[in-house]
Nanobody, 116 residues
C-alpha cells in the first residue's frame, strides 16, 4: 500500500504562483510513475503532469511552460510548481502514484483557487 498526502493549495491571484507537494509513504519501492491530476467543478478529472522513474516528464497542453513537475526521491515527494496561474487553473489537485502490481494510489486532494 502507498499513502499520498498533498499540501500547498490555497487562494492566489491571477499571475501568481503556488507549489504543491505530495508526500508518499508505505510501499514506496513499488511506485513507478507519479502524476498530478485536477478536477474543476462540473468537469472530469484531467491529467496535468506526470513524471516517470527514469525522470521523463509530460504535461497537458494547457499548462506547458507554466507548470513544472519534479520528484525528490530522497524525500519520497513529488512537487508541482505552478506559475502564471489563471482562473481556469482553479480545481482540486490530486496526486497519483502508479504502483507495480496494484491499483494506483490517490491522495485526498488539495484545493487551488485562482481569483482576484
Amino acid at each position: 500500500q502507498v499513502q499520498l498526502v498533498e499540501s500547498g493549495g490555497g487562494l492566489v491571484q491571477p499571475g501568481g504562483s503556488l507549489r504543491l507537494s505530495c508526500a508518499a509513504s508505505g510501499s514506496i519501492f513499488s511506485i513507478n510513475n507519479m502524476a498530478w491530476y485536477r478536477q474543476a467543478p462540473g468537469k472530469q478529472r484531467e491529467l496535468v503532469a506526470v513524471t516517470t522513474n527514469s525522470g521523463s516528464t509530460n504535461y497537458a497542453d494547457s499548462v506547458k511552460g507554466r507548470f513544472t513537475i519534479s520528484r525528490d526521491n530522497a524525500k519520497n515527494t513529488v512537487y508541482l510548481q505552478m506559475n502564471s496561474l489563471k482562473p481556469e487553473d482553479t480545481a482540486v489537485y490530486y496526486c497519483k502514484a502508479v504502483v507495480v502490481g496494484n491499483p494506483p494510489s490517490w491522495g485526498q486532494g488539495t484545493q487551488v483557487t485562482v481569483s482576484s
